[in-house]
Nanobody, 127 residues
């Protein structure tokens, strides 16, 4: 059974940092493109950041460039999203997703192409 489980969300003040983690089971990450997505109330789904199967290619939404960093550890079946300089507009449910490695990071993040996804973790940025 394929499972993606996110953790690390919470309440943080503007300017603060959080590190989200995504633990995968029931599949190997070696051949999968992985992405972080978010959805805020009343807003459309957004591809935040995506990373290719071996980590050689990454994509970041313009709204998070320079503030967020995606990384992965295939051996540990883990994917991370380091979020710095958080803003209130980053408030959303964040979830990780996986797609076959023929899916480019652009296709995954821009066109929201995904085969598996987790339940998400809430991130709230507020003073």
């Amino acid at each position: 059974q394929v499972q993606l489980v996110e953790s690390g969300g919470g309440l943080v003040q503007p300017g603060g940092s959080l590190r989200l983690a995504c633990a995968a089971s029931g599949l190997t990450l070696d051949y999968l493109t992985i992405g972080w997505f978010r959805q805020a109330p009343g807003k459309e789904h957004e591809g935040v950041s995506c990373i290719s199967s071996r980590g050689g290619y990454t994509f970041y939404a313009d709204s998070v460039k320079g503030r967020f960093t995606i990384s992965r550890d295939n051996a540990k079946k883990m994917v991370y999203l380091q979020m710095n300089s958080l803003k209130p507009e980053d408030t959303a449910v964040y979830y990780c997703a996986a797609a076959g490695d023929l899916t480019t990071v652009q296709r995954m993040c821009v066109y929201l192409r995904k085969d598996y996804w987790g339940q998400g973790t809430q991130v709230t940025v507020s003073s």
